[in-house]
């Protein structure tokens, strides 16, 4: 492997996956979840199937989901984004990812990303050749917030691109619009692209709205706005993402990503366009169940000894094992699967600064109820 994926030589959701799988432990480590998305949606894909739209969709993606990604977000965000130009199908987020980052990053040039940090934003930015930078969430209460000092040091004339991930994986944290103002300002100010990876975007509780760094002002010309129908929809095997921005932009994403997969996902495309277009209401119902299963799952926890921080959206909750002795998250992670049958991800994974993160851990809980119930069940035999 060269020296620069090095670091990268496994991942830490095959890992702990792995392990639940060794001793048939609750999986609450990967996140995806354990039902399947709107019938109207599975019915289109087996459709396409039948239909035969198996071979090489086009190469920016088929018309009608480009078309329905504009509409979505013309809808959702008053964003208006041509489908034929500014609007690129993906194979899943992690290609929009890749794809922007190879296209658009010259070696040695500075990426900025929010610590912790999504895994593929820095394997992305050293296969790119980029030089990753970080910028801190702070704790503030039982939530996180950017450190806006830290974020006034890293971006600098050498800045090339800033990744923003809101809602945040693997905190659950909401970046308020003060935050997501302050990076618009620096990134304009050193005229930094933005990369802006919201693929739960529709995953935000407590009646607060998602907000897109790209409509603030100024910013819809920098920013290359990345989702996804793997959290949205519940199929994260299907592998649909997408990246809206303005073209020059999106032609960089084009041009890397045509030659990693070329195309991806044929007959899915079309069963996601349908999902855009007509299932938002269960996404809407989606998003309740999981806000009930962030409480059950919050509360279970902290009876359970941990200390707790807030989840504001994501299916994610990060919590503390230091109360029930633990001090080291990622030993605690891997011992846990034997210890009582639960898979965890260590917030350390995350991170180029252990501390203060060392002792945290993920778990993700999108999951039937009843699973939820028995992994906390098995977590009180930690006390
Ligand atoms: N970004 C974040 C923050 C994620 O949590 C994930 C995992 N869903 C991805 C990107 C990758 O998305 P996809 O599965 O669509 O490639
Ligand atoms: N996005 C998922 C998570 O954060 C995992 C995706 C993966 O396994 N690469 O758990």
Redesign the pocket.
């Known amino acids: 492997t060269v020296t620069r994926l090095a670091p990268f030589a496994t991942t830490i959701f095959a890992e702990m996956s792995q392990l639940a799988a060794t001793h048939d432990a609750i999986n609450l480590g990967q ?1 995806f979840p354990d039902t399947d998305g709107p019938q109207a949606m599975l019915d289109a894909a087996r459709g396409a199937i039948a239909e035969g739209h198996n071979q090489y969709p086009p190469g920016p993606g088929i018309p009608a989901l480009r078309q329905a990604v504009a509409d979505h977000q013309l809808r959702c965000y008053g964003l208006e984004y041509d489908p034929a130009s500014e609007i690129l199908i993906t194979v ?4 929009a ?1 890749a794809g922007s980052l190879v296209g658009l990053v010259e070696a040695g040039d500075e990426v900025v990303m929010i610590e912790p940090y ?1 895994d ?1 934003y820095a394997a992305a930015t050293a296969m790119a050749g980029g030089v990753r930078r970080t910028v801190p969430l702070v704790a503030d209460g039982d939530g996180f917030v950017l450190d806006r000092d830290a974020l006034a040091n890293a971006i600098t004339d050498a800045t090339r691109v800033l990744i923003v ?1 809101s809602p945040h ?1 693997p905190t659950g944290t909401v970046l308020g619009d003060d935050d997501l103002g302050a990076i618009a300002r620096a990134c304009i100010d050193h005229d930094v692209i933005v990369i802006s ?1 919201e ?2 975007e529709h995953l935000v509780f407590d009646g607060r709205a998602h907000t897109t760094i790209a409509a603030l002002p100024g910013m819809r010309e920098r920013t290359l706005r990345i989702s ?1 129908a ?2 949205t929809f519940n199929v ?1 095997g299907w ?1 649909v ?1 997408w990246v809206s921005g303005p073209a020059d932009l999106v032609a960089a994403a084009r041009t890397a990503k045509q030659f990693m997969s070329y195309v991806g996902s044929g007959p899915f495309q079309p069963a996601i366009a349908v999902a855009l277009n007509t299932e938002m209401d269960w996404v809407r119902e989606s998003c309740a169940s999981l806000s009930a299963k962030r409480d059950l799952i919050s509360g279970a926890l902290r009876d359970a000894g941990f200390g707790v921080h807030r989840t504001e959206g994501t299916f994610f909750v990060c919590a503390d094992p230091r109360p029930l002795g633990y001090t080291d998250g990622e030993q605690f992670c891997r011992d846990l699967p034997a210890r009582v049958g639960v898979a965890a991800v260590p917030v350390s994974a995350f991170v180029d600064h252990p501390e203060p993160w060392a002792h945290l851990v993920r778990f993700a809980f999108a999951k039937r109820d009843e699973v939820l119930l028995e992994g906390v069940e098995r977590l009180r035999r930690l006390q």
């Open positions: 996140g899943g987020a992690t290609e990812i999504y593929a991930n994986n990876d693929v739960y996804s793997a959290k994260t592998k993402g």
